[in-house]
Each structure stands twice: as C-alpha cells, then as structure tokens.
C-alpha cells in the first residue's frame, strides 16, 4: 500500500511532467505560426512584385514568360514552406505524446 508521502512525490512528478509538456507545446505553437505568418508575408510579397513586372510587360509572350517563371518559383517555394511546416507539426505531436511515453514507461514492464 502506497503512503502520502508516494502519492503527494507521484503527483508532483505528474504535474511537473504536465507543464514541461504544456511549455514544449506552446513552443510548437509558435514556431508553426510564425513558419505560417513568415510564408504568407513572402508569398504576398512575391505576388505583388510579379504583378508590377506583369503590368510592366508589353508583349503576350513575356507576359506568359513572366507568368511560367512566377508560378515554378511559387510552386517550388510552396513545397519548401509546407516540407518545414509538416516538420514542425512532427515535432508538436513528438512533444505532446513525450509525458505518455514516461507514463507508459512506469507502468509497462520492459520485455527483455
């Protein structure tokens, strides 16, 4: 039988195992904003220079030229930008399942 003085040391582990996760987490949160918020100011910075090049243009053929070379780099920046994002959202849900793995490891006995 577990006296007070296990269960009280038992709960503090929990509760500290709590808000290290929730500080982590938090972290995630913001690194993923800021990844989303820093791609969203570039692609709307690129859209505007390609429309003042676009509105600069006299003929057809530079005009889809111009068109071609805007959407591969917008194509190719987008993969880029998502490849990071997706990292980041691993690492969040690597950080949030962290203090069930420490639970888990209490508790499972470990096959040798």
């Not at 820093?38 to 243009?57: C, I, P």
Request: charge should be negative; avoid cysteine.
């Amino acid at each position: 039988m577990a006296n007070v003085e296990e269960i009280q040391q038992y709960g503090k582990e929990q509760l500290d195992t709590a808000i290290a996760s929730a500080s982590g987490v938090q972290k995630s949160y913001q690194a993923i904003a800021t990844a989303v918020g820093d791609y969203t100011k570039k692609s709307f910075e690129d859209g505007n220079a390609f429309v003042e090049k676009l509105s600069a243009v006299k003929s057809f053929d530079k005009a889809i030229e111009l068109q071609t070379e805007y959407a591969k780099s917008a194509y190719e920046t987008f993969i880029a930008e998502s490849q990071k994002i997706a990292g980041l959202y691993t690492d969040l849900a690597k950080q949030s399942f962290k203090p069930l793995e420490s639970l888990a490891a209490k508790f499972v006995p470990v096959a040798r």
